[in-house]
């Protein structure tokens, strides 16, 4: 190529020229011998230089290809192919410029990957479900969760319209008028056949790279805060009923003592108060303890706990309750049963719970009786109090252990329940870490089964 452009040797050739013509117009023989030499001369240098150029051209042409090959193979995708030239090669600066191009696309695709595969985890990762969309409300991106929040089955939404993944009409609305608006909107939307799932979506403007906005759908499950919201309401509806009761008959009462002082009346009346406030004070207590243990507050010293010395102690309190109602109580807990790790106090208040709620819930001539067993592999010990008494339904039975729930409402208040007491015993039995099962049939009877870890000796917390 250096030969293309040296206008030197131009020079050289031309002044060549020029020198044999002058030899040859010189007068006498050594002017023509010394035109033919310079001739001569001139003309291997033409042939030399004609050579050279066809040199030059083959490999200025191999440069060429070699530079088209390469960047095809750049185009293909294949970033590591480089171009090699000879150091002489003017084309070499060039070759230079365009791997140092490649090298540094290299490294900027590596970290886009690196930042697609990051972006890509944290998506996965999400418990919030997200779907992104474009002004014309085609999905460019959603991941598992939002799959899993919105029950969709086909697992390539992207490209698809949302209408055809998700046909809901306060999320369509909602997304149209933040398409056009802008801002951001929130929605809840429940599966068809479950309505206690609820998630909320909400839905915000994003500014798209080709102008105009899309949206962005954020969707997380809200249905155990929605389930404990509700929990919350009618609690405290249930609290505020339970308290009215009483407080409506100690009303009545009064006033009528008031309005008729009548001594043989007032007797009964205020035996009557007494009771209602008695009702209130045990609501009240039962509450209290409630709220302590769920609020943790209430330490669970796991000492080694007796359990036929508790039982005996149960038992005897209970008999002469059970004795008036008619009912025989029956202790069959073994003495050599294992000991129970937790705390004493709290026990006595379950196992009494129980026994108070067989002896409310037999019919005169009914039988309770105490159990005991182990579950050894577990490491369980198991107290068992079954009635004869009037049986729990079915479909009532798992929710018995929830805060007001009863049955018969009219007879459990009748003989003065609460509806707290199972609820105290479920939490109660949780701080121990063991279960309760219960077992019943109508008009047979009932069994409440209670399973506490076996006390193992060591030091426990
Ligand atoms: P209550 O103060 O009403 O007894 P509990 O929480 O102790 O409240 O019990 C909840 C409900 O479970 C009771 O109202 C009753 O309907 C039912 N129940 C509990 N124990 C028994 C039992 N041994 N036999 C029949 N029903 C029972």
């Not at 056009?180 to 979506?201: K, N």
Request: hydrophobic fraction near 45%; aromatic fraction near 6%.
């Amino acid at each position: 190529m250096s030969r293309l452009r040296g206008w030197r040797h131009w020079l050289l050739l031309g002044a060549l020229l020029v020198a044999s013509a002058a030899a040859w117009v010189a007068p006498g023989p050594h002017g023509t011998v010394l035109a033919g030499i310079m001739l001569a001369v001139a003309w291997v240098w033409i042939g030399r230089f004609v050579m050279g150029f066809d040199r030059d051209q083959r490999l200025f042409q191999e440069t060429v290809v070699q530079l088209n090959e390469t960047v095809e193979r750049w185009a293909s995708g294949d970033l590591q192919a480089r171009v090699y030239l000879d150091q002489e090669d003017p084309l070499d600066p060039l070759a230079y410029g365009l791997n140092r191009v490649a090298e540094v696309l290299t490294e900027r695709t590596h970290d886009l990957e690196q930042d697609k595969q990051r972006l890509e985890a944290i998506l996965t990762s999400m418990a919030n479900g997200i779907i992104i969309l474009t002004h014309g409300l085609t999905i460019t991106l959603s991941n598992a969760a939002a799959l899993k929040l919105f029950r969709i089955d086909e697992p390539h939404v992207v490209g698809k319209h949302l209408l055809e993944v998700i046909r809901d009409v306060a999320i369509d609305d909602a997304v149209h008028k933040v398409t056009r608006e802008g801002g951001a909107q929130t929605v809840e939307w429940s599966p068809p056949d479950y309505e206690s799932t609820v998630v909320e979506v909400t839905v915000a403007a994003l500014t798209q790279p080709t102008g105009g906005l899309g949206a962005v759908l954020v969707a997380r499950d809200v249905s155990a805060q929605r389930q404990v919201d509700r929990m919350r309401q009618d609690f405290v509806a249930n609290v505020s009923h339970e308290l009215q009761t009483p407080l409506t008959i100690i009303r009545g009462f009064t006033e009528t003592l008031l309005d008729n002082p009548d001594p043989v009346m007032a007797e009964r009346f205020i035996q009557l108060i007494h009771d209602e406030a008695d009702r209130m004070s045990r609501l009240v207590d039962d509450l209290l303890a409630l709220s302590r243990m769920e609020h943790h507050s209430l330490p669970v010293a796991l000492q080694p706990v007796d359990v036929p010395v508790l039982i005996d102690s149960i038992v005897s309190k209970m008999t002469p309750r059970a004795a008036s109602a008619g009912l025989t109580i029956t202790n069959r807990v073994p003495p050599g049963l294992p000991l129970m790790a937790g705390d004493a106090d709290l026990l006595a208040e379950v196992f009494l719970n129980l026994v108070s709620n067989a002896v409310q819930y037999t019919p005169e001539g009914g039988a309770i009786t105490i159990s005991g067993t182990v579950d050894e592999q577990a490491g369980l010990v198991g107290v068992c109090v079954t009635d004869t008494g009037i049986g729990i339904p079915s479909a009532d039975q798992s929710r018995i252990f929830e805060r007001f729930y009863r049955v018969d409402k009219a007879r459990s208040r009748a003989s003065g329940g609460t509806g707290l007491g199972l609820a105290i015993v479920k939490h109660i039995i949780e701080l121990h870490t063991g279960r309760i099962e219960v077992k019943s049939t109508v008009g047979r009877g009932s069994e409440f089964l209670v399973w506490v870890p076996e006390y193992a000796g060591e030091p426990l917390v």
